[in-house]
């Protein structure tokens, strides 16, 4: 879905790499904990009732994008929730935890294949509201988890630090692995299409865990069902695809597609840039931990990735990760600000000005 006022707008001429008059930026997690309009929205609520009430979401993604000034909204929702229409139960204590996860001696048949998204209609609701309220030059941003990061909380069923079950699974049942991660690719391809139809103008894939990997084993393992999910979402609307963990598979990460390729604080912009290809939009890539610091450490750090994109055209503000609990909230407005002031200087002094 887009407008005139849509395709005009910094965050989508970044996207397509055109010149903008200041660097856009939005943050992830912008709709968060540490915002008190988050917390007085959220009240009385368990995560996943909020997540499930396309009003609450509505209001708590519509707030933080008010709030803070940032150029484009990200739909307030989680990344798990796709796996409970494949069958999984989900719940939060408090972070997520899949009480039936997918193992050795587990069969493809164990899980649901996702032929219709209407199980995920508050979602899609929650998206045609969030787009109701935005000013019309606002853009939304839609997401989903990539196949690796949703098959390791399906497979884990909670957080982990070496991904034990995941690498097993991988390395003792590989046509087991594929067979599951195509189904996975399969359901977030129609999930991210259906944002898309519903008024997102462009969406995210996380894969916020595949950095535990090698190269080798990212291209075996996560390239193939990563690119169909991209070769497919992408005539639909533009696709970041976001890596964090493991600098060293952005080459990789970059090969799998995606309109805009994310970077965490583990790579300087500049050499990470350099890394995907200078025809790709980039997006980052601020360390979050920098937010705790005073502002003038901020404001020199901000300035620092500014610096390192120079003005080219396709640079799209953001932490390496997201914003923490426990941050001081006029930080990230302080933050904004910053972006906004010192980037309309980076782009005015650019030699792609």
């Given at each position: 879905m887009t407008t005139p006022e849509l395709d005009a707008s910094r965050f989508m001429k970044a996207v397509r790499r055109e010149p903008v008059d200041t660097t856009p930026l939005w943050i992830m997690r912008q709709a968060g904990r540490y915002l008190p309009e988050y917390q007085q929205i959220r009240k009385g609520k368990t995560f996943l009732e909020f997540c499930k009430n396309p009003d609450l979401a509505a209001e708590a993604t519509l707030s933080a994008r008010e709030v803070l000034g940032v150029d484009a909204a990200i739909l307030f929702a989680d990344l798990p929730t796709i796996l409970e229409p494949l069958g999984f139960g989900l719940d939060y204590q408090p972070g997520p935890v899949i009480d039936n996860p997918f193992r050795i001696g587990s069969t493809i048949d164990d899980v649901r294949e996702l032929e219709d998204v209407g199980e995920m209609g508050y979602v899609f609701d929650t998206v045609r509201k969030v787009r109701k309220g935005l000013p019309d030059d606002i853009p939304l941003i839609g997401f989903a988890g990539s196949p690796f990061t949703l098959a390791s909380y399906a497979i884990e069923g909670s957080g982990s630090k070496h991904y034990i079950h995941v690498k097993t699974l991988m390395y003792s049942a590989p046509e087991l692995w594929h067979e599951f991660s195509s189904r996975l690719a399969r359901a977030i391809t129609k999930y991210l299409i259906a944002q898309l139809n519903a008024g997102c103008q462009c969406v995210q894939l996380f894969d916020s865990w595949a950095g535990c990997?090698?190269?080798?084993?990212?291209?075996e393992f996560v390239l193939p069902h990563l690119k169909s999910v991209i070769e497919q979402v992408s005539p639909h609307g533009p696709v970041i695809n976001f890596l964090t963990g493991n600098p060293a598979l952005l080459p990789l990460c970059a090969e799998a597609g995606g309109e805009?390729?994310?970077?965490?604080w583990r790579?300087?912009?500049?050499?990470g840039w350099k890394m995907v290809g200078h025809d790709r939009a980039v997006q980052g890539n601020l360390e979050p931990v920098v937010l705790f610091a005073e502002l003038p450490?901020?404001?020199?750090?901000?300035?620092?990735?500014?610096?390192?994109?120079?003005g080219r055209p396709g640079h799209i503000f953001n932490l390496g990760h997201g914003v923490m609990p426990g941050m001081n909230p006029d930080h990230v407005k302080a933050l904004v600000e910053i972006v906004h002031e010192h980037g309309s200087k980076t782009n005015a002094a650019s030699d792609f000005a």
């Open positions: 990997l090698g190269p080798n084993d990212y291209r805009v390729i994310g970077l965490d790579v300087d912009l500049a050499d450490t901020i404001e020199a750090r901000a300035k620092a990735v500014l610096d390192a994109a120079a």
